[in-house]
């Protein structure tokens, strides 16, 4: 069983993981074996503070001890999840865990620039630990299903949308790493790594970058912040094209499958410089959209 830490408490995920780790409610079908939450911590947050108590209160309803120090939680813990919802702070949030060998799954966004993203991934390579972070969307049934499915072909392209609300604080989660991020997940679950270029259009409703892949394919993302915003894609691959709708009632529960998996084998689920570049893909939509649709580098 390994024991996991949970720090900051501004983010739905702080419940819905330990209800499901630690197997606490009647709907049996979301429980996830393996591990469970020992203790936590509700820290700060500048970008939901006010989130802080009623998920504080919550917790000690499910019984999980909690400290005042993050750091506390050394020695008491053989993993980490680092909820923040601004990903921002993830890297000094993870830091002292990952110097002290402790693997970490940092929850999205991984970070808000590629130096940050760097940073994380060498100080766990430095102290030969592990790092993992995604998106719950990457694992929605949905999309897993139409990736492992030989009948469409290869994927030749796709056009991944979703909800891309904006951060209340403009330099904390700027852009699509706010919640873009999930669509974007999604689009690079199909698409793979190899995105070289991207222009965005940005307006006040919508965000729409398409990305340039070294082998010639595209991929389109439409992050939506005006109408109807579901999540979904449609994958355009060498024998169909094929409209997918993705739901989100499992998406935690598959989520928390390669956390548990992480830790135990002590490989990532994802490998880190995917993570890296999907980073450096937003924060080159980010400057596009920024600077009228300029073309802009995935420098990772």
Same mark, same amino acid.
């Not at 790092?131 to 694992?139: D, E, I, T």
């Given at each position: ?132 972070? &995604?998106? #719950? ?5 949905? +999309?897993?299903?139409?990736?492992? !499915?030989?009948?469409? *072909?290869?994927?030749? @392209? ?41 222009? &965005?259009? #940005? ?5 729409? +970058?398409?990305?340039?892949?070294? !082998?010639?394919?595209? *991929?389109?993302?439409? @992050? ?64 596009? @959209? ?11």
């Amino acid at each position: 069983m390994i024991r996991l830490g949970i720090l900051d408490f501004d983010t739905s995920h702080v419940s819905a993981f330990t209800t499901r780790v630690n197997h606490i409610g009647g709907d049996t079908d979301q429980f996830v074996d393996g591990a469970k939450v020992v203790i936590g911590c509700p820290g700060e947050s500048k970008l939901s503070p006010e989130r802080i108590a009623d998920f504080t209160a919550e917790m000690k309803k499910y019984g999980v001890p909690l400290v005042d120090n993050p750091e506390e939680m050394i020695g008491k813990v053989d993993a980490m999840l680092i909820e923040a919802v601004d990903g921002t702070v993830h890297l000094a949030r993870a830091k002292p865990f990952l110097e002290k060998g402790i693997p970490c799954f940092v929850d999205k966004p991984f970070t808000c620039s590629v130096a940050d993203a760097k940073t994380i991934i060498d100080l766990a390579a430095k102290n030969k630990t592990v790092v993992f972070s &995604s998106s #719950s969307l990457r694992y929605a049934p949905e +999309v897993v299903e139409y990736v492992a !499915d030989p009948k469409h *072909g290869a994927i030749v @392209g796709c056009l991944a949308y979703g909800p891309a609300s904006l951060s209340p604080i403009p330099d904390r989660n700027a852009g699509l790493y706010h919640y873009g991020i999930h669509g974007v997940e999604v689009l690079y679950t199909l698409m793979g790594p190899g995105c070289q270029r991207v222009t &965005s259009t #940005s307006d006040k409703g919508v965000d729409v +970058v398409t990305g340039h892949w070294k !082998d010639g394919r595209v *991929g389109t993302f439409r @992050g939506i912040r005006a109408g109807k915003a579901d999540y979904g894609f449609v994958g355009f691959a060498e024998k169909a094209v094929q409209p997918v709708t993705v739901g989100t009632k499992f998406i935690y529960r598959e989520l928390l499958k390669k956390i548990v998996q992480t830790f135990v084998t002590k490989t990532p689920a994802l490998d880190p410089a995917i993570t890296l570049e999907i980073m450096a893909f937003i924060e080159a939509a980010n400057r596009s @959209g920024a600077n009228h649709g300029s073309v802009e580098t995935v420098k990772t």
